[in-house]
């Protein structure tokens, strides 16, 4: 094979990694993205139409194969009859843990990434957010602030396309928002209701959503047409990911090379130059390794893969990792602690109903720790929710037979019930972390990692105050039958890991530096959930888009500079 | 979150502990198994069948429109049992199953019909009425820990599901279209009951 070389990798194919093949394909660089999994096929592989009854389980899942295959995978609900496929076989991708400590690792190796079942929730954060670690004394201090990220939120969010209700709060900041859906007569109506009795401090507003309202034509997007699947694969491109948005901008480039089936094993050091010279790649259908040379290489393989690359990339000079010179590579892992909230129903409106599925529907802000402290915990969280009429499903388990029974789930919908679903902050830990087990190589005989997190207390509190604070707002508007939520999920079911290479002002206690660069190569950059300092509330997915395309500008002018 | 709790309400445990394992790739044996056409019942016998098929047919009858019966119900509840269900969950389901026609005969004795002069000796011989009293019964213990409560709740869940997703029914009757202009949230509706 003749040798492979280009002026920048990137590794990993979904939603950062999307972001910087756009981003430096678009500036001119030549781009090689290597993706450890398969090709997909739009036409082919999204089911997003497909009717329960063409599906030989109606969407229940081959159950058999499910256990057997993905036991890890398949406690994520998207992980379903419909969509499995878009997650790996967890047989040929182990990983350990301590018995007392599970962790799931729910993961999507194929082109396009876990953009293909994201949730699609884009939040900005603010200064109180950046603010916190250094305020709490916990972790350490982000190097950057709000006005640092700014613009390139305003540059990704109008890309993406960003459906959003402006709120005008200052710790959730607006963003370049397209008209969002409505909210349906119940959502109002609670919306309504929480403003009086909680004078705006507890809002029920519009979710922030990767979610076309409007065509975008430039881009070959057409506007949602709410058939509600999303994390089925979209045809007309509507909601955003890599492979309906990024990747097909960077291939207009011309200059962008994909190549699926490549699983990066390591990166390759230059100790006399004191740079990255390119990565080790194995084939992942001939299992034979190859090397691939850059000049820069962006790690955007999610937060957990793109340090295990590093950790396998040790070296004489860095024997516990490549740019572990800290010691904090693999370390202060954080995922959001979600699971805590209500379901009730709401004795309204039962002469009205909605029309269309939305994939999301409405978000309540953080309202803990923003204008007053909080006695038992610090940092927040939000809810995402919806109101919904139940249908025919609420038949499966309602008083009753015959034509009367049957009469009212064909021709009812049941009452209005909402659901306020709870996402709280993680706090950094150092003794959260990943490292290789020296006993378990994956199918492609790359080093496999043992995983070691644990929430601590203060994800405790959060996650029993979101139980309290949600039947609060339900009793404030007047609902009934309230259930309390309180699923006990492990951490990593939220799927926003971060912070194995951590940003910071020293090298000595942070894996990167202010512009994603590693402290000790500097020609390599990490802009996925690895180099987060803290997780804030917000689902993570937009920073790090705007993160990657900050990083990527900063890249190339060094390259330019001759600085790299 | 619905999926979630319908899963749990079929039997499905959601979460398991993960024991992690060496790698060995082999997979996509499940491609096997989609689009077979019908195939004839596997686990459940004729008996069994019987009372399957008059049960949900009871659930959801025909009437203007297509029912149970003609959704395939029982064919369903069989391909999901067969297949989809753990040995624990099937065993459970046909002991309460074999439940029926004891608890028919005892009902019947209970509840004595004077125009029948051969007691029944199974669900299937009860008159009209006894058979919507015993159902009745059924449903007041719908998913409680008793034999009969594990097998009518899962039965009842099953037939409402293997309804309302069969290919009938989402044609003719629901007609929900994948494609809509636009979100509306406030829409007058008038319920058809």
Redesign the interface.
């Known amino acids: 094979m003749p040798p492979m070389t280009y002026d920048a990798i990137v590794v990993g194919s979904g939603i950062s990694g999307g972001w910087a093949a756009k981003e430096l394909t678009q500036k001119g660089l030549r781009t090689i993205v290597l993706e450890a999994g398969r090709p997909i096929d739009p036409n082919v592989d999204y089911v997003e139409?497909v009717?329960?009854?063409e599906?030989?389980?109606?969407?229940?899942g081959?159950?058999?194969?499910i256990?057997r295959?993905q036991?890890?995978q398949k406690?994520c609900?998207a992980c379903?009859e419909y969509s499995g496929k878009f997650f790996v076989?967890?047989?040929?991708?182990?990983?350990?843990?301590p018995d007392d400590k599970?962790f799931?690792w729910i993961r999507g190796r194929q082109v396009g990434g876990r953009s293909i079942m994201w949730g699609r929730c884009v939040f900005r954060w603010s200064d109180q957010d950046y603010e916190a670690n250094a305020r709490d004394g916990v972790g350490v201090d982000w190097p950057i602030r709000y006005a640092d990220m700014a613009p390139w939120w305003s540059h990704v969010e109008r890309f993406v396309g960003v459906q959003g209700k402006k709120e005008g709060l200052a710790h959730l900041p607006d963003g370049e928002f397209i008209e969002p859906?409505?909210?349906?007569?119940a959502?109002?109506h609670a919306r309504e209701r929480l403003i009086e009795k909680f004078g705006g401090e507890r809002l029920v507003t519009n979710m922030r959503l990767a979610v076309l309202?409007q065509n975008q034509p430039a881009n070959g997007r057409a506007k949602c047409?709410?058939?509600g699947h999303c994390e089925r694969g979209c045809i007309t491109r509507s909601y955003f990911s890599s492979l309906n948005a990024t990747l097909p901008a960077a291939q207009k480039t011309g200059l962008l090379t994909l190549r699926p089936f490549s699983v990066v094993h390591s990166v390759i050091h230059d100790p006399k130059k004191k740079r990255a010279t390119g990565v080790r790649v194995i084939d992942a259908n001939t299992r034979q390794m190859f090397e691939v040379y850059g000049k820069i290489v962006f790690l955007n393989a999610s937060a957990l893969e793109s340090a295990r690359i590093l950790l396998n990339s040790a070296t004489p000079e860095f024997p516990t990792g490549l740019g572990n010179s800290s010691g904090e590579l693999g370390h202060n892992v954080m995922d959001h602690i979600m699971g805590g909230g209500a379901?009730a129903e709401l004795p309204w409106f039962?002469?009205?109903?909605?029309?269309?599925?939305?994939p999301d529907a409405v978000y309540v802000p953080r309202f803990r720790n923003v204008k007053t402290r909080h006695p038992d915990f610090v940092r927040g969280y939000g809810f995402e929710g919806r109101a919904y009429r139940?249908g025919?499903?609420r038949?499966?388990?309602m008083?009753?037979?015959?034509?009367?029974?049957?009469?009212?789930?064909?021709?009812?919908?049941g009452p209005w019930e909402m659901?306020l679903?709870g996402f709280g902050e993680m706090l950094p830990n150092h003794e959260n972390r990943i490292e290789i087990d020296p006993h378990?190589?994956?199918?492609w005989g790359v080093p496999?990692l043992r995983i070691t997190v644990a929430y601590g207390e203060n994800e405790r509190k959060l996650f029993d105050d979101m139980v309290v604070s949600a039947t609060e707002m339900f009793e404030a508007m007047g609902a009934t039958n309230i259930r309390p939520i309180k699923d006990d999920n492990?951490p990593g079911l939220v799927i926003h890991e971060m912070g194995t290479a951590r940003m910071g002002k020293d090298p000595k206690t942070s894996v990167l530096n202010k512009h994603n660069q590693v402290w000790d190569v500097p020609n390599v950059f990490m802009t996925d959930g690895a180099c987060m300092a803290s997780t804030a509330n917000q689902n993570p997915s937009i920073t790090y888009m705007a993160m990657t395309a900050r990083a990527a500008d900063f890249a190339v002018k060094a390259l330019n500079r001759r600085e790299l | 979150?619905?999926?979630?709790e319908?899963?749990a309400?079929?039997g499905?445990a959601?979460?398991?502990?993960?024991?992690?394992?060496?790698?060995?790739?082999?997979?996509d044996?499940?491609e096997r198994?989609?689009?077979?056409p019908d195939v004839p019942f596997r686990t459940l016998n004729a008996k069994q069948q019987a009372i399957v098929s008059q049960i949900a047919e009871?659930?959801?009858?025909r009437?203007d429109?297509p029912?149970a019966l003609d959704a395939k119900v029982p064919e369903?509840i069989d391909?999901?049992l067969t297949?989809?269900a753990t040995d624990e969950e099937r065993g459970k389901f046909l002991a309460g199953l074999d439940q029926v026609d004891t608890r028919s005969i005892a009902y019947a004795a209970s509840q004595p019909d004077a125009s029948v002069t051969t007691p029944p000796q199974r669900f299937g011989e009860l008159t009209g009425a006894q058979k919507?009293g015993l159902?009745?019964e059924f449903?007041?213990v719908?998913?409680d820990n008793s034999a009969i409560g594990i097998t009518f709740?899962r039965l009842?869940?099953l037939t409402?599901?293997?309804y309302?997703?069969?290919?009938v029914v989402?044609e003719q009757?629901?007609k929900e279209p994948?494609?809509?202009?636009?979100?509306?949230?406030?829409?007058?509706?008038?319920?058809?009951?």
Request: glycine share 10%.
């Open positions: 139409h009717r329960p009854h599906l030989r389980y109606r969407g229940m081959d159950r058999s194969r256990d295959y036991p890890v406690q609900g379903n076989n967890d047989l040929d991708n182990p990983y350990t843990t599970p799931s859906w409505p909210m349906n007569v959502e109002q309202t047409h709410l058939c379901t039962k002469d009205r109903r909605d029309i269309g599925n939305r139940v025919w499903e038949g499966t388990d008083a009753g037979f015959g034509a009367n029974f049957k009469k009212s789930l064909i021709g009812d919908l659901t679903y378990l190589v994956d199918a496999a492990p | 979150m619905h999926r979630r319908l899963v309400a079929l499905a959601i979460t398991v502990p993960f024991l992690p394992r060496s790698a060995q790739a082999a997979i044996i499940g198994l989609a689009g077979q009871m659930i959801i009858p009437t429109t029912g369903f391909l999901m297949e989809w919507a159902v009745n449903d007041t719908r998913g709740g009842k869940a409402v599901y293997g309302f997703t069969s290919k989402q009757i629901l994948m494609f809509f202009d636009g979100y509306k949230g406030n829409v007058p509706f008038t319920p058809a009951v």
